[in-house]
């Protein structure tokens, strides 16, 4: 059954699609009747205007891609470099993917990079936050798939018998004093974020799921450290993290 919300939320989606084609049809539209119509003075003046444009977007774009070189290569946390460069990422990320599917490499290595990248980004900025500003945001298939207790409710559910990494970074949390949670999709994930009002966040997922939490999260400017799962059972199946990495990662965040 469809509801109401479904229907608006469909409407919203078509009533965009439709603006969007009618300010392209009016660009296109309009540079169709200078080419054909005007002057050859006016047609001239109408092309430069053209190229100027055209000139002006690869300029910035390619200033924004040298920040962002610039910025991985030399660790500058500079706050410009950093706007400079996540906007980059994000223009150029549809684009990135499209080339690598071009060239055979596949969405996950991309999404593993981008992670790579934010990650030393977020590093590099060097912010510091007390540990109770932490959220530790862990997916739920970490927890072992034959334990009984619902730690997605609550964490400290867990009775700690060692046989999944959830009792390791019930550890790590106690010794560093951030705050951790278990969510059971992005949609939880998402609630625990506005719950908690974290000033930043260590997540821990596969990369598909940390890419588009890391996107959420810079749009709130939350800065985000991403740790990739390991899935030697296979994806969503009895994962583990390297708690070393995740100890490392609050590190960044709490210690001077
Ligand atoms: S460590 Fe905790 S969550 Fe993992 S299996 Fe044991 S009781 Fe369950």
Redesign the pocket.
Known sequence: MVNCMDKGKKRLFILLGMVSLLVYGAVFGTIWFVMTTASPAVRHIAVTALVAVFVMLILAMTIGLACLVLGLMFGSGAPWMQKTGRGIIELFYPMVLQVGRFFGISKEEIEDSYIKINNQMTVAAGNKFRPEEVLVLAPHCL??TT?P?K?TIDVHN???????S??GLLTIAEDTGVNFVVASGGTFARKFAKEYHPKAIVAIACERDLTSGIKDMNVQHIPVVGVLNERPNGPCHNTSVQLCKVRQAIAYFTEA
């Open positions: 927890q072992n334990c207790y730690i867990c009775h700690r018998c060692g046989r999944c959830i009792d």
